[in-house]
């Protein structure tokens, strides 16, 4: 292999020299430099940038921890993240977390990471030992609630953050407003109490602010990483196959609301003619369900991107980025909601 001193030996000049021109660090004739440069070309040798890193104290090395790559509202936040990393000059690992696979944040906390992003911040308990035992390393969190929960260092965590209490509030509206008064809420729910769920507090508040009814059967509720296109399938076709009413299915995510969709049009309906669909997230399959998917667009990459940027801010401690960042979502007309107003 290659070494620095063989470098410095191929250009007549000490290992020293060579090590100023590679780290740019210190002045160097041109001559010089040029003779290094050739020679490092010629020999083909590639720098050993772990050791460099280690010397500078830094990995130049972040992690990610998701709780579904699976989930393509995920996948595609995890792409801005990956490509602002690149940008900024760091390799990026990804952890996938579940149920199932919780035993990842020792290995974070004890791994060569420069700083951590933390995409699953509904795992309240799991944050909370989390940020107990990192405590001084860089972090910023992908948050998608609003909790009154005891979170050490909750308030000074960098963040981006979107309101879906507001968001599902707003989807709703624009069924209502469109007319549809018997609406479903097709959502995932938490464990330990209902009023916890954004998502479904935003429903209710929609429903409650323009008196319309709550049935029990228009509250649908799937289990926790299971927001998933066969499961909103599943739970629509069983709605439909007692034979209950509705006008209109506001799912938490598009995965649901294109299961949905399915079910409806399996069972001799058709979407929006006498269902309408609306879903949250704005993902690519939106864009390609039959028909096209009428959704609230979260802007997933861009989200992505601020994140590695607030992780840079704390690493090279700047203080050019906010610490909360709220993203804006905007509706997405597109098919598959029907006004049922008439003019």
Known sequence: MVTRKDVALKAGVSPSTVSRVINNNGYVALEARKKIEAAIAELNYIPNRAAQNLRAKSYKQIACISPSISNPFFSE????????????????????????????????????????????????????D????????PLSIYWDRID???????????????????????????LITNGHKEILFLGHYYEKERNSNPRYKGYEMAMK??????????????????????????????????????TAVAASNDLLAAGAIRAIIESGKKVPEDISVIGVDNIELAKIVTPTLTTMNIPKKEIGRMLVRQLMDQIHNESTM??????????????????????
Do not use: W
């Not at 690149?86 to 149920?99: A, D, H, P, V």
């Not at 906010?322 to 003019?343: C, D, F, M, P, T």
């Open 322 to 343: 906010k610490k909360s960042i709220e993203a804006e979502v905007i509706l997405k007309e597109r098919e598959s909601v029907k006004s049922l107003i008439i003019k």
């Open 148 to 174: 009154k929960i005891n979170i050490p260092r909750k308030a000074e965590i960098p963040h981006v953050y979107v309101d879906l209490k507001r968001v599902m509030r707003q989807s709703v509206d624009y």
């Open 209 to 246: 602010e323009n008196h319309l009814p709550i049935k029990d059967y228009f509250q649908i509720f799937v289990e926790m990483y299971e927001d998933k296109l066969t499961t909103g399938y599943e739970a629509i076709k069983m709605l439909l196959d007692k034979g209950q009413d509705f």
């Open 77 to 128: 936040m995890f792409m801005g993240i990956e490509e602002m990393a690149i940008e900024c000059g760091y390799s990026l690992s990804l952890y996938n977390i579940t149920k199932k696979k919780r035993n990842y944040l020792k290995q974070v906390v004890e791994g060569p990471y420069d700083g951590v992003i933390l995409l699953a911040s509904h795992e309240l308990i799991i944050i909370k």
């Open 130 to 137: 989390f940020l107990e035992n990192i405590q001084n390393m």
